[in-house]
């Protein structure tokens, strides 16, 4: 019976048979094996997962042995790789800084047994409801010994800083506090605006709120103000500001004090005078899918210094309101992108000289993009002579002109081209010199050899005075510069040489022409416990009237490393440079060097506190060749340093 139905199921019928068997089993015996491994597994906290605490464990195993030399770990963008905890074939990571809440992306690239390279990423997030961080470091110092005619060395020195981070999230809303407290004590007076003793140097108080299409975010304290470049730019200053944004629709406001404050001696720098604030606010809405922006700006406010962020005596106080408008498009995704800015301002330079407020005003359109490798930008700029505004002193005004510029990178060739042209006195003030300077500049770029990059560069400058008041001398000058530079890797080692020519041609009568040649080259050596940075610099300036070369030979060093496992640091930098004429009118040597030499304290005892003692030395040297006149100095430290971390 059996033959009889085998016999049937002969010919095509019985292989047609057989080949539906086989396959059905061999789908049935790979759904049975577990998965092929790959070559490295996130374990924890494991793709996609958002983890509960601010400092999770990261975790990877591998599917051979790994050694910490042939492994790269980046958390973030930052190197891991030597704080990772090895075991066999795997490792383990314990965060020693809080991780701030959201995305976060593990890099890794790895030497497969068979000698390849390979790379993975993996992303996970983290979420808590309150993340705080607070860093403590202390340096002592006590003068051991120095020379008997160097003053202002302090015989002690006391610095502690104490940093602190709170993030709160409660909701919708999230709350931080930054703080940083300082202690010193020194033997020597100090330099304003510091002084002895404990002052909290500065501190924000921020709250954000977040829901669906509403966003609000206050901050209070020490805050940065940046609006457009012609009207209020990287105001650092202590005050509130606040910004709302509502689905396409943005404001934002401040007031600041004009002063720079440091410290709470004369309070919390949130109690507010009219008279020596600086306040203002925008206003903003996006169109058309958010290809086009528009915005207003308005500041106004009055300040008793120039306030450029150091302190000054005062010099009168000057005070003035600016309203500005911006709009901003993008098109062809990122292709084309332009931007125009018109603003007017109403200024006095000092309100108790009667002679009341100027208005001027300011523009600029700016239109840039990329493209397939290429990448452009192009901008006309106007700021009138009287243009200024509160806030903003670094602002050029009087000043007129055009820049354009293009870019190039097609495999290993890389190409710049620049243009610019300015001029000053736009407004051509007979008692004023016209002076218009031009400028190109060509950039190449050659990595066809991955060890050996190539550049070379060249530069026109022309400056010439247009327009003269009655007894002005006129003024040409063109100035060609010429650089090539190299650098050449082998291993932890990075070799490079940049020479440079510039001619200076005087085109007036007066014919003072100068040629300038430096060179310089720089070995770099770099590896975990030790890198060596030395350079050499040679510079010849000539005065072509008076056939005299000033040459300057400069050396410097810097070298740093460990010793013992960590134990024990050690730091080396020093310069040497000479300068001598060919005219024998100079020979001037001096010498600069510091050093440090630190043991640090890794017994159990100490891992919390991270202490080390050691010494500071530093030596100067003044030799004046013509005169016979030279000076030492030299000084000793002891120090005593610390630093703690606490985080959760």
């Known amino acids: ?108 690239a790895f030497y497969l047994p068979d000698g390849s390279v390979a790379q993975r990423s993996f992303f996970f997030s983290t979420f808590t409801r309150m993340s705080s961080t607070t860093q403590v470091s202390a340096v002592y110092e006590a003068e051991v010994a120095k020379s008997d005619h160097l003053t202002g060395i302090p015989k002690h020195n006391f610095a502690a800083n104490i940093g602190h981070a709170t993030t709160v999230t409660t909701g919708d809303w999230q709350l931080g506090l930054t703080t940083n407290l300082r202690w010193l004590d020194r033997s020597e007076p100090i330099v304003d ?79 507010f005078d009219s008279g020596n604030t ?71 330079v000092d309100s108790g000289d009667g002679a009341g407020s100027v208005t001027d005003k300011a523009w600029m359109v700016t239109a840039g993009g990329y493209v397939d490798g290429y990448s452009y930008q192009a901008s006309y700029d106007y700021i009138g002579p009287d243009y200024a505004v509160v806030g903003n002193p670094g602002l050029l005004n009087d000043r007129e002109g055009f820049m354009a510029m293009g870019g190039m990178q097609k495999g290993v060739h890389g190409l710049n081209l620049s243009t610019s042209r300015y001029e000053d006195n736009v407004d051509e003030d007979p008692l004023l010199t016209k002076t218009v300077t031009t400028t190109i500049t060509a950039d190449y770029a050659y990595n066809g050899m991955p060890n050996l990059p190539l550049g070379l560069n060249y530069q026109k400058t022309i400056m010439d005075s247009t327009m003269l008041p009655e007894g002005a001398f006129p003024y040409r000058t063109d100035i060609d510069l010429f650089g090539a530079r190299a650098s050449y890797l082998l291993g932890s080692w990075n070799f490079s040489v940049n020479a440079t020519y510039s001619l200076q041609d005087d085109k007036t009568s007066t014919d003072s022409d100068t040629r300038n040649q430096t060179y310089t080259f720089t070995p770099m050596y770099y590896s975990q416990a030790f890198s060596v940075v030395p350079s050499l610099i040679f510079n010849r300036t000539t005065d072509e009237n008076r056939s005299v070369d000033t040459d300057t ?22 310069s040497f440079n000479r300068m001598t004429m060919s005219d024998d009118s100079m020979e001037l040597e001096t010498l600069t060097a510091n050093a440090q030499l630190a043991y640090h304290f890794q017994q159990e005892w100490a891992s919390f506190l991270n202490p080390s003692l050691g010494l500071r030395g530093q030596y ?26 606490f985080a959760f």
């Open 553 to 574: 030979l400069t050396a410097s060093l810097d070298l740093r490393g460990t010793l013992k496992e960590g134990k024990v640091t050690y730091e080396l930098a020093g």
């Open 193 to 271: 605006p510091e002084k002895k003793g404990l002052d909290l140097v500065n501190y924000q108080l921020t709250a954000q709120y977040q829901k669906e299409a509403f966003g609000l975010l206050l901050a209070a304290g020490d805050v940065q103000i940046q609006e457009t470049r012609n009207t209020v730019s990287g105001l650092a200053r202590r005050g509130v500001q606040a910004g709302v944004v509502y689905d396409k629709l943005t404001l934002s406001g401040f007031v600041v004090n004009s002063e720079q404050l440091y410290g709470v001696d004369d309070g919390s720098g949130l109690e």
């Open 620 to 645: 100067n040297r003044t030799d004046d060749k013509l005169s016979g006149e030279d000076e030492d100095e030299y000084a000793l430290f002891l120090v005593l340093s610390t630093s703690m971390n």
């Open 278 to 348: 600086i306040s203002g606010g925008s206003i903003g809405y996006r169109f058309f899918e958010d290809k086009l922006t528009l915005r207003a700006i308005y500041v106004t406010g009055s300040e008793e210094s120039n306030s450029f962020g150091v302190y000054e005596e005062k010099t009168g106080e000057r005070e003035g309101d600016v309203v500005g408008v911006q709009a901003q498009v993008q098109l062809f995704a990122g292709k084309l992108n332009i931007e125009a800015e018109y603003d007017w301002s109403d200024f006095d």
């Open 1 to 108: 019976m059996s033959e009889t139905r085998l016999t049937g199921w002969s010919g095509d019928r019985l292989r047609s048979g057989v080949f539906i068997a086989a396959l059905v089993l061999f789908v049935l015996l790979i759904g049975a094996l577990p998965a092929v491994a790959e070559d490295v597994s996130f374990v924890a906290p494991g793709e996609g997962i958002e983890a509960t605490t601010s400092k999770p464990e990261v975790a990877c195993l591998f599917t051979f042995p790994v050694f910490r030399d042939r492994l790269l770990v980046q958390l973030d963008g930052i190197d891991i790789t030597g704080a990772l905890d090895l075991s066999g074939n795997g490792f383990t990571y314990k965060p020693i800084l809080p991780l701030a809440n959201g995305p976060h992306q593990l890099a890794l």
